[in-house]
Antibody
Framework: EVQLVESGGGLVQPGRSLRLSCTAS????????MSWVRQAPGKGLEWVGFIRSKAYGGTTEYAASVKGRFTISRDDSKSIAYLQMNSLKTEDTAVYYCTRLVVTAIAFDYWGQGTLVTVSS | EIVMTQSPATLSVSPGERATLSCRAS??????LAWYQQKPGQAPRLLIYGASTRATGIPARFSGSGSGTEFTLTISSLQSEDFAVYYCQQYNNWPITFGQGTRLEIK
């Protein structure tokens, strides 16, 4: 059974950093691209960023709202994806979901339960 | 950035009836379009990708159609568990963008 479990969320002050982790199980993690999607309280879905599998270079793409502040990485030996968030802003407050991508499309076929990040002084 | 616009914002339908949800892209996304269902307090669930391909385990009452800029998600006979918020998402161009959602409620 595919499982994605996020951790690392919490309350953080504006300007500070936080790192989220996504621990995967039930599939060959290294074969898949992974992505982060967030949802502000009571709002819709916003794509954050994406990391390709090593077979496709392990390169990344980011939304303009987080580019230069957020970094996605992966450790295939541990089946973990990371979201390093720096220079956090109040507008980054959201539930952050880790997602797995469909092999043949940039659509998200498995989602974690989400972890809440609250940026507030 | 491609803007995805969903309509209507809220759709009221009776159980057993058909629901038709629309999604429009500000420019062509070919068939690179996905649909998700989200229930309160839960993560979204992938329903459709490639505009019309059902994801694993999705019932046949869910169908997607369209290409270019106009897309439709049809639920042929609404079940109680189908009342939720539905989002479309394009993946033809970076950045990936979602529509604002359609809330499907019981009439």
């Amino acid at each position: 059974e595919v499982q994605l479990v996020e951790s690392g969320g919490g309350l953080v002050q504006p300007g500070r950093s936080l790192r989220l982790s996504c621990t995967a199980s039930g599939f060959t993690f290294g074969d898949y691209a992974m992505s982060w999607v967030r949802q502000a309280p009571g709002k819709g879905l916003e794509w954050v960023g994406f990391i390709r599998s090593k077979a496709y270079g392990g390169t990344t793409e980011y939304a303009a709202s987080v580019k230069g502040r957020f970094t996605i990485s992966r450790d295939d030996s541990k089946s973990i994806a990371y979201l390093q968030m720096n220079s956090l802003k109040t507008e980054d407050t959201a539930v952050y979901y880790c997602t797995r991508l469909v092999v043949t499309a940039i659509a998200f076929d498995y989602w974690g339960q989400g972890t809440l990040v609250t940026v507030s002084s | 950035e491609i803007v995805m616009t969903q309509s209507p914002a809220t759709l009221s339908v009776s159980p057993g009836e058909r629901a038709t949800l629309s999604c429009r892209a500000s420019q062509s996304v070919s068939s690179n379009l996905a649909w998700y269902q989200q229930k309160p307090g839960q993560a979204p669930r992938l329903l459709i990708y490639g505009a019309s391909t059902r994801a694993t385990g999705i019932p046949a009452r869910f169908s997607g159609s369209g290409s270019g800029t106009e897309f439709t998600l049809t639920i042929s006979s609404l079940q109680s568990e189908d009342f939720a918020v539905y989002y479309c998402q394009q993946y033809n161009n970076w950045p990936i963008t979602f529509g604002q959602g359609t809330r499907l409620e019981i009439k």
